[in-house]
């Protein structure tokens, strides 16, 4: 029983500037954590391959890829929306990221990791098929997803995304996919804007309110998650694993701690040992406040080991 991380330095030469909350020093942080904690299984570290074309174009518009890559930069910063900034070194970390995915899978489908924890960025959740926003510009998840899919002919695949913001991209993409169940939590109404009327029986939304706390988080997530996930008996599990639902985190107003995030993931690994032999990937998506990602990733990556 092993854990896999992976992470690469071109992950953190993305930089939109010191005054952006996505910070490259956020991924050092982990790693270092990662790199010193006293986990219950052997824990292996992996360099992060580049996505292939054949990857990005899986879940995005073959347009849109094409476009990311001739806007992208040789020498300046350049905006792609208020958020999204890219330098001369964001396409490449951005294809790091979104490589990652489906090397945790290969390594877990092969047997040489029981779980996995991708240590990258940029995130990915808010990219679309066709749109980089919210700091995102290709849905790494979402394209670990695929390629489980079609790499290895997985055909119910669940997403718990615990990150504080509704992940846009990864509902956009598996909108009318009924082979993913997508499951997220998020702050609401907050950015990016979340619409009840496409949630569907694949779509599982728990809206929290501002000043949300660990037992109402609880109680929403164990009513609305659990019974769904285990009656879809997905045979991979992936994480969208942003902590800036934590109540020390700058940029929300949720108020979670350790302690819930090690609660959710240990009840998701309990359900992955019942339907998956324990397979999962976990993504870092958001968190913003560096001593609680320190804190917080290494005690998730953890809980995913099935005892
Ligand atoms: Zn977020």
């Not at 599982?204 to 309110?209: A, K």
């Not at 302690?259 to 993504?283: E, F, N, P």
Request: with cysteine; aromatic share 10%; charged share 20%.
């Amino acid at each position: 029983m092993t854990i896999a991380i992976i992470h690469h330095e071109d992950c953190v030469l993305h930089d939109a500037g010191e005054m952006h909350p996505e910070q490259p020093a956020r991924v050092e942080v982990i790693q270092a954590a990662l790199e010193r904690y006293e986990f219950d299984a052997p824990a292996k570290f992996y360099p992060a391959p580049l996505a292939t074309r054949e990857q990005l174009i899986s879940v995005h518009d073959e347009t849109y890829v094409d476009w990311i890559f001739s806007v992208a930069p040789k020498h300046d910063c350049i905006a792609i929306d208020a958020d999204t900034w890219m330098n001369p070194y964001s396409l490449k970390a951005a294809l790091r990221a979104a490589g990652s995915v489906p090397f945790a899978v290969d390594l877990v489908v092969k047997g040489d990791a029981q779980v996995a924890f991708c240590n990258v960025r940029p995130p990915g959740h808010h990219a679309e098929r066709d749109k980089a926003m919210g700091f995102c510009f290709f849905n790494n998840v979402a394209i670990g997803v695929r390629h489980a899919m079609l790499q290895h002919g997985f055909r119910r695949i669940a997403v718990i995304d615990f990150d504080v913001h509704h992940g846009n991209g990864t509902q956009n993409i598996f909108q009318n996919d009924t082979g993913v169940l997508y499951c997220s939590s998020f702050e609401h109404p907050f950015y990016p804007g979340y619409e009840p009327e496409m949630d569907n029986e694949h779509i599982l939304s728990v809206p929290l309110e501002a000043g949300t706390k660990g037992e109402l988080f609880r109680d929403k997530i164990q009513s609305v998650w659990f019974d769904r996930i285990a009656a879809f008996q997905p045979e991979f599990i992936f994480f969208s694993a942003g902590f800036d639902a934590h109540a020390e985190d700058p940029l929300a107003d949720l108020g979670l701690t350790e302690t819930d995030y090690v609660w959710l993931t240990t009840q998701i690994a309990k359900i992955a040992k019942v339907h998956c032999d324990g397979r999962m990937v976990s993504v870092l998506e958001g968190g913003y406040n560096l001593s609680v990602l320190a804190q917080c990733v290494p005690a998730h990556v953890n809980a995913m080991i099935v005892k």
